[in-house]
């Protein structure tokens, strides 16, 4: 079991939801972290939460696809604590749009945040922890939906099954090196995800009714997935899964894809 105590995590999107609960569940595991989101003063905050642990916290504000945003990151932590030992690339949204009705503009960019930022994220972590000779753990913020997908989420679910890939192959590649790669698949986890899928969609903001059609046994809180990861930490696995029924379902929609299209033709819109 890997001892996390002073060792240093680096999470994008620490701002709110799932990289916020998991930097503070990062701190009470022992570790110091560097937050990064574009919104400056919930990174004070979560900043807060952190030193209130007794653990040292920097805060890096910036856009992901800032050109040399991940080189930015990964500074911070090497000039303050001499390197890092995780980096979780986990800022992200969700869109939600027939693909048809999706521009090419609107597609690029989800792909430009999602998946080539976390990626390049990811991999300058993978190179500078080689050069050092480090071991390390690096980690996606999949989700559950890059086994299967469901009517106007091709986009968002196709960012997340290329993280799952990219980490699936980038641990193989890894791993024998000392440096473990895992993606996390989380189900619907209350954040401000829904809000600001429906708000950049042009549809209202709708707070809890957003999730009102989600069956309960599918629906988390964020520091369940911040648990998680820290025991992905500690354990090191390839994919980390919150509910373990949705992770056989899509086992079996792998299987039986009409079965998927069948349900997806019924769900609510
Ligand atoms: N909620 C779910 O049901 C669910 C399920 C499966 C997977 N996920 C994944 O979990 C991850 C976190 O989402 P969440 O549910 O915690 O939603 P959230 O509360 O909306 O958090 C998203 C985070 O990403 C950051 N972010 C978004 N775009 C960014 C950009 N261009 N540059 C820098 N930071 C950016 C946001 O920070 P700022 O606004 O401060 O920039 C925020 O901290 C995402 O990758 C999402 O796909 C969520």
Same mark, same amino acid.
């Given at each position: ?122 991999? *300058? +972590?993978?190179? #500078?922890? =080689?050069?050092?000779? $480090? %071991? ?90 911040? *648990? +998680?990861?820290? #025991?992905? =930490?500690?354990?090191? $696995? %390839? ?31």
């Amino acid at each position: 079991m890997t001892n996390l105590a002073d060792r240093v995590m680096v999470i994008t999107g620490a701002s709110s939801g799932i990289g916020a609960a998991t930097a503070v569940a990062c701190a009470r595991a022992g570790m110091h972290v560097v937050l990064s989101g574009r919104d400056a003063a919930r990174l004070t905050t979560v900043a807060g939460l952190i030193r209130a642990q007794g653990r040292q916290a920097e805060s890096v504000p910036g856009d992901v696809t800032e050109p040399g945003f991940s080189a930015r990151l990964l500074d911070t932590a090497e000039g303050r604590w001499g390197g890092f030992y995780a980096v979780f690339a986990n800022a992200g949204y969700g869109f939600k749009r027939p693909l048809h009705e999706t521009s090419d503009t609107e597609l690029r960019a989800i792909f430009e945040v999602n998946f080539f930022a976390a990626n390049t994220l990811l991999c *300058e +972590a993978a190179r #500078r922890l =080689l050069a050092a000779g $480090r %071991p390390g753990h690096l980690l996606h913020c999949s989700s559950a939906v890059s086994k299967f997908t469901l009517p106007e989420f091709a986009a968002y679910s196709a960012t997340k099954a290329a993280q799952n890939h990219a980490a699936r192959a980038m641990n193989m590649e890894l791993r024998p090196r000392g440096i473990f790669v895992s993606s996390v698949h989380p189900v619907t986890t209350r954040t401000d995800f829904f809000d600001r899928m429906n708000e950049d969609t042009g549809r209202p903001r709708e707070g809890e009714k957003a999730l009102a059609h989600v069956p309960g046994w599918l629906l988390q809180r964020p520091e369940q997935v911040a *648990e +998680a990861v820290v #025991r992905c =930490l500690r354990r090191p $696995r %390839p994919e980390v899964w919150t509910s373990p029924l949705t992770r056989l379902m899509a086992g079996l929609i792998t299987i039986f894809p009409r079965g998927m299209d069948m349900l997806g033709r019924q769900a609510p819109q």
